[in-house]
């Protein structure tokens, strides 16, 4: 089981930044990384994923060109840095380990959810 303990949310204006981190208790170059949100009233959607060992990256639309996923193996860290902010983007944000990889099906990030584990969530709200 992979433990993971996400830090760095916050309140911030629009047009601003925040980085999100994601400490796991382990990090295999196997595992797809992947940072999820969740606003009031919709669906968890997928935002952005970093698998094949750090090589492939993907980014939902709405994020592309403002949102850089990055991964440390070594010391088990994923991190979110998000520039840009708009208040579309208030959330929770959840960190996911899927351990048996990943694949980007019409747009969403999809795993097993029998071998994907979840952090607590961090609220990220970008006032206007």
């Known amino acids: 089981q992979v433990q993971l303990a996400e830090s760095g949310g916050g309140s911030v204006q629009a047009g601003g930044s925040l980085r999100l981190s994601c400490k796991a208790s382990e990090m295999r170059s196997t595992y797809c990384m992947a940072w999820f949100r969740q606003a009031p009233g919709k669906e968890r959607e997928g935002v952005a994923a970093?698998?094949?060992?750090?090589?492939?990256?993907f980014y939902t639309a709405s994020v592309k060109g403002r949102f850089t996923i990055s991964r440390d193996n070594a010391n088990n860290i994923l991190d979110l840095q998000m520039n840009s902010l708009t208040p579309q983007d208030t959330a929770v944000y959840y960190c996911a380990a899927l351990t048996l990889g990943c694949a980007v099906v019409r747009g969403s990030i999809k795993g097993r959810p029998d071998a994907t584990y979840w952090g607590q969530g961090a609220q990220v709200t970008v006032s206007s």
């Open positions: 970093i698998y094949n060992g750090g090589g492939t990256t």
